[in-house]
Each structure stands twice: as structure tokens, then as C-alpha cells.
């Protein structure tokens, strides 16, 4: 498996699953096939038209290469997009069918494991989530920045589950090897619920003026979470 090529296309992109959560970046393959993201009125609509293009293409791709797990694995995360954006829970289903398919389609060893345990956090799977992500880390020589999504993820399903203590240790070693907004707002949200309210503002203001490539949706989530954390003070 060209284990490298791999990598570059999960981690690439960020998914607004995370983003309902905890604007987690999602580490999941780039489709060929790009979403149009409108900040215009309407832009919802636009978002949904192009992700429903999007699975039409990958579907007929899929039908065209049977053997391609890596084409399974982007109709995977297109339909799991899709559920992040409109709640159909359907799409979730469908996603974790293509994803067991490109398992059955993969070599012995290899496959679409982080795009599971993105999948599984998606679903609040948060137990099988360390698992895929051990496999990933021993499969792919990692740079640091790729290495920092996969602990982002390890921080937030450790969060999820009310182990604070290793939240904040995966949390700090993310961000010591990458600065990153998405993660900085993962922090705050843990500091803000663990009493710290004026850490979690600080550290969301701090994400603020760093997401400077974010879609006009990410930002709305985090201004949203400023929101929330005001209100319960």
C-alpha cells in the first residue's frame, strides 16, 4: 500500500461532524471530487447539491473499480459528510457499509482506519476509536502535523469519555506538534467544562484570530460555542 499517498489524502480536509462536537479536523480522504462551499444565501443548499454530486460520482467510480478500496473509502466519507450536514442518519449507515467494504477489498493489514474511527466518533463509538488509530500510527511513518490529528482525535474521544486527564495530555502534545485552531477550541471546550470558564473564552478567542482558512461554517460553530460558554456563566 503506498502508505504515504494514503495519509496525505485522510488527513487532508475538516469535517463538520467533529465540528459538533468539538470542531475536531476530520483525518479522512480528499475526494476527487470537491464540495462548493457558498457563503452566499442559499448556502446550505449549495453545500448539500455539490455533496449529493459528489456520492453520485464516487458511486459510479466505484461501480467502474471494483478493486479500489481508496474509492469505497472516499464514498464513505462523502455520505458521512453529507449526515454531518443534514442529521440523516442514514448516511452513517451507508458510510459504515462502504467502509467495510473497502476492508473486504484491502489487503491483508491495510484499509481505511482512521476513516473508521472518524466514523466511530461520528456515532459516539468512542471505545473502538484508540484501536484503528494504534493500527494507523504503526502502518504510516508520520510527519508531525499528521501525527497531531491522530492525538486531536485520541484528546476528544478521551474527552467524550470523561477521562479529562488524558484529554489534556493528548490536547498538549497536538498542539506541541502542531498549532492548531480546530484543537485549540477541543482545549477550550475541556477547560470550560472542567471549571475553568475563563481559560475555555481565552483559548476560544485564541482559535478565533488563528482560523483564518475556515469555512464561513466552522467559524459559526466556534462563535457558537463562545456563545454557549457566555450563557453558562
Not at 498538549?172 to 467544562?193: H, I, P
Request: proline share 4%; hydrophobic share 50%; net charge positive.
Amino acid at each position: 500500500m503506498r502508505t504515504r499517498h494514503r495519509f496525505t489524502l485522510i488527513i487532508l480536509g475538516l469535517a463538520g461532524v467533529a465540528i459538533a462536537v468539538v470542531a475536531l479536523p476530520t483525518l479522512h480522504p480528499a475526494a476527487p471530487v470537491n464540495p462548493v462551499v457558498s457563503t452566499k444565501p442559499g448556502g446550505y443548499q449549495v453545500e448539500v447539491a455539490a455533496l449529493d454530486e459528489r456520492i453520485a460520482v464516487l458511486g459510479r467510480r466505484a461501480v467502474a473499480m471494483p478493486t479500489s478500496w481508496g474509492t469505497r473509502e472516499w464514498l464513505a466519507q462523502a455520505y458521512l459528510d453529507r449526515a454531518r450536514l443534514t442529521g440523516v442518519y442514514d448516511d452513517y449507515t451507508r458510510a459504515a457499509a462502504e467502509i467495510d467494504a473497502a476492508f473486504v477489498i484491502a489487503p491483508a493489514g491495510a484499509g481505511p482506519f482512521v476513516s473508521r474511527a472518524n466514523l466511530a466518533f461520528a456515532v459516539h463509538r468512542f471505545d473502538t476509536i484508540s484501536g484503528d488509530l494504534d493500527v494507523a500510527e504503526r502502518m504510516i511513518a508520520l510527519k508531525d502535523t499528521e501525527l497531531a490529528q491522530l492525538r486531536a482525535l485520541r484528546a476528544q474521544a478521551a474527552y467524550q469519555q470523561g477521562d479529562y486527564a488524558r484529554a489534556e495530555a493528548d490536547f498538549a502534545e497536538s498542539l506541541r506538534l502542531n498549532s492548531d485552531w480546530s484543537t485549540l477550541c477541543g482545549q477550550a471546550l475541556l477547560r470550560a467544562n472542567t471549571g475553568d470558564a475563563d481559560a475555555g473564552d481565552r483559548l476560544y478567542r485564541m482559535a478565533r484570530r488563528m482560523a483564518v482558512n475556515a469555512t464561513p461554517r466552522q467559524l459559526a460553530w466556534l462563535d457558537l460555542q463562545r456563545g454557549l460558554l457566555a450563557l453558562a456563566r
